[in-house]
Nanobody, 125 residues
Framework: QVQLVESGGGLVQAGGSLRLSCAAS????????MGWFRQAPGKEREFVAA????????QYADSVKGRFTTSRDNAKNTMYLQMNSLKPEDTAVYYC??????????????????WGQGTQVTVSS
């Protein structure tokens, strides 16, 4: 059974940094594109970043470009999201997601097949 577990969320002041991790289990994910999404209260879940199977192709939402960096370690079945220069508007529950094998990266949440339970990120002003 596929399981994704996010960790690393918390409370941070504006301008600070956090590093999220997404540990995958249940199968090997080296052949799967992965992504990060977030959902703020009262808003729809939105795309944050996506990374290809090898890590060679990465895409970011405009709102986080230049501040967030995603990476993956296929040997550890783990994906990361380094978040710098955090802003109050980054406050949300952050989710990691995985596409089925061999599909390319996507910004569309409906194209992801497996989801974690989410981790809360709160940025105070």
């Amino acid at each position: 059974q596929v399981q994704l577990v996010e960790s690393g969320g918390g409370l941070v002041q504006a301008g600070g940094s956090l590093r999220l991790s997404c540990a995958a289990s249940g199968r090997t994910f080296s052949n799967s594109a992965m992504g990060w999404f977030r959902q703020a209260p009262g808003k729809e879940r939105e795309f944050v970043a996506a990374i290809s199977r090898s890590g060679g192709r990465i895409q970011y939402a405009d709102s986080v470009k230049g501040r967030f960096t995603t990476s993956r370690d296929n040997a550890k079945n783990t994906m990361y999201l380094q978040m710098n220069s955090l802003k109050p508007e980054d406050t949300a529950v952050y989710y990691c997601a995985v596409r089925d094998t061999f599909y390319t990266i996507s910004t569309r949440r409906e194209e992801y097949d497996y989801w974690g339970q989410g981790t809360q990120v709160t940025v105070s002003s």
